[in-house]
Nanobody, 124 residues
Framework: QVQLVESGGGLVQAGGSLRLSCAAS????????WGWFRQAPGKERESVAA????????YYADSVKGRFTISIDNAKNMVYLQMDSLKSEDTAVYYC?????????????????WGRGTQVTVSS
Protein backbone atom coordinates (compact mmCIF):
# COMPACT_ATOMS: atom_id res chain seq x y z
CA GLN A 1 0.00 0.00 0.00
CA VAL A 2 2.93 2.33 0.60
CA GLN A 3 4.01 4.37 -2.39
CA LEU A 4 7.15 6.47 -2.66
CA VAL A 5 7.68 9.44 -4.94
CA GLU A 6 11.04 11.14 -5.33
CA SER A 7 11.55 14.75 -6.30
CA GLY A 8 14.26 17.38 -6.32
CA GLY A 9 16.52 16.01 -9.01
CA GLY A 10 17.92 18.13 -11.77
CA LEU A 11 21.03 19.55 -13.34
CA VAL A 12 23.67 21.08 -11.12
CA GLN A 13 27.29 22.12 -11.55
CA ALA A 14 30.08 20.30 -9.79
CA GLY A 15 30.48 21.65 -6.30
CA GLY A 16 26.82 22.55 -6.06
CA SER A 17 24.03 21.16 -3.93
CA LEU A 18 20.66 19.49 -4.31
CA ARG A 19 18.11 18.20 -1.85
CA LEU A 20 16.13 15.15 -2.84
CA SER A 21 12.79 14.45 -1.24
CA CYS A 22 10.91 11.18 -0.88
CA ALA A 23 7.22 11.48 -0.16
CA ALA A 24 5.55 8.40 1.26
CA SER A 25 1.85 7.72 1.13
CA UNK A 26 -0.43 4.84 2.00
CA UNK A 27 0.78 4.36 5.54
CA UNK A 28 4.34 4.03 6.76
CA UNK A 29 3.90 2.77 10.32
CA UNK A 30 5.42 -0.63 9.59
CA UNK A 31 8.53 0.67 7.81
CA UNK A 32 11.71 0.10 9.78
CA UNK A 33 14.34 1.67 7.56
CA TRP A 34 14.55 4.03 4.64
CA GLY A 35 17.28 4.45 2.09
CA TRP A 36 18.54 6.19 -0.98
CA PHE A 37 20.08 4.30 -3.88
CA ARG A 38 21.50 5.45 -7.15
CA GLN A 39 22.11 3.85 -10.50
CA ALA A 40 24.25 5.21 -13.28
CA PRO A 41 23.97 3.88 -16.84
CA GLY A 42 25.59 0.48 -17.18
CA LYS A 43 26.24 0.16 -13.47
CA GLU A 44 24.66 -1.69 -10.58
CA ARG A 45 22.27 0.05 -8.26
CA GLU A 46 24.23 1.06 -5.18
CA SER A 47 23.29 2.09 -1.70
CA VAL A 48 23.98 5.74 -0.94
CA ALA A 49 22.50 6.25 2.50
CA ALA A 50 20.05 4.71 4.94
CA UNK A 51 18.24 5.72 8.11
CA UNK A 52 16.07 3.97 10.66
CA UNK A 53 12.53 5.17 11.28
CA UNK A 54 13.61 6.94 14.45
CA UNK A 55 16.62 8.53 12.82
CA UNK A 56 18.78 6.87 15.46
CA UNK A 57 20.96 4.99 13.02
CA UNK A 58 22.39 6.24 9.76
CA TYR A 59 24.54 4.71 7.07
CA TYR A 60 26.52 6.34 4.28
CA ALA A 61 28.51 4.89 1.46
CA ASP A 62 32.17 5.84 1.63
CA SER A 63 31.84 7.68 -1.66
CA VAL A 64 29.36 10.17 -0.22
CA LYS A 65 30.35 10.30 3.43
CA GLY A 66 30.80 13.86 4.58
CA ARG A 67 28.96 15.25 1.56
CA PHE A 68 25.47 13.75 1.78
CA THR A 69 23.07 13.77 4.70
CA ILE A 70 19.95 11.64 5.05
CA SER A 71 17.12 12.72 7.30
CA ILE A 72 13.57 11.70 8.09
CA ASP A 73 10.48 13.62 9.12
CA ASN A 74 7.91 11.11 10.30
CA ALA A 75 5.27 13.76 10.92
CA LYS A 76 5.38 14.65 7.24
CA ASN A 77 6.11 11.14 5.96
CA MET A 78 9.16 12.49 4.19
CA VAL A 79 12.73 11.33 3.78
CA TYR A 80 15.40 13.66 2.45
CA LEU A 81 18.85 13.43 0.98
CA GLN A 82 20.87 16.62 1.18
CA MET A 83 23.69 16.44 -1.35
CA ASP A 84 26.53 18.92 -1.08
CA SER A 85 29.84 19.26 -2.91
CA LEU A 86 28.44 17.30 -5.81
CA LYS A 87 30.79 15.60 -8.24
CA SER A 88 30.28 14.37 -11.77
CA GLU A 89 30.53 10.85 -10.38
CA ASP A 90 27.29 11.48 -8.49
CA THR A 91 25.33 11.60 -11.75
CA ALA A 92 22.69 8.88 -11.61
CA VAL A 93 19.03 8.14 -11.13
CA TYR A 94 18.36 8.31 -7.41
CA TYR A 95 15.77 6.03 -5.83
CA CYS A 96 14.07 6.12 -2.48
CA UNK A 97 13.31 2.81 -0.81
CA UNK A 98 11.80 1.46 2.39
CA UNK A 99 11.71 -1.86 4.20
CA UNK A 100 9.78 -3.56 6.97
CA UNK A 101 12.76 -5.81 7.74
CA UNK A 102 14.52 -5.01 10.99
CA UNK A 103 18.01 -5.04 9.59
CA UNK A 104 20.41 -2.16 9.29
CA UNK A 105 21.66 -1.14 6.98
CA UNK A 106 19.53 -3.13 4.56
CA UNK A 107 21.09 -4.21 1.31
CA UNK A 108 19.32 -3.53 -1.97
CA UNK A 109 17.59 -6.90 -1.89
CA UNK A 110 16.08 -6.28 1.53
CA UNK A 111 14.00 -3.26 0.61
CA UNK A 112 10.32 -3.95 0.05
CA UNK A 113 9.21 -0.74 -1.63
CA TRP A 114 10.84 1.47 -4.24
CA GLY A 115 10.11 4.79 -5.84
CA ARG A 116 10.45 5.39 -9.55
CA GLY A 117 13.56 7.54 -9.25
CA THR A 118 14.66 11.07 -10.00
CA GLN A 119 17.52 12.05 -12.29
CA VAL A 120 20.51 13.90 -10.89
CA THR A 121 23.02 15.22 -13.38
CA VAL A 122 26.20 16.92 -12.25
CA SER A 123 28.13 18.80 -14.90
CA SER A 124 31.91 18.90 -14.63
Amino acid sequence: QVQLVESGGGLVQAGGSLRLSCAASGGTFSMYAWGWFRQAPGKERESVAAITWSGGSQYYADSVKGRFTISIDNAKNMVYLQMDSLKSEDTAVYYCAATTLRVFPPNRHQYNIWGRGTQVTVSS
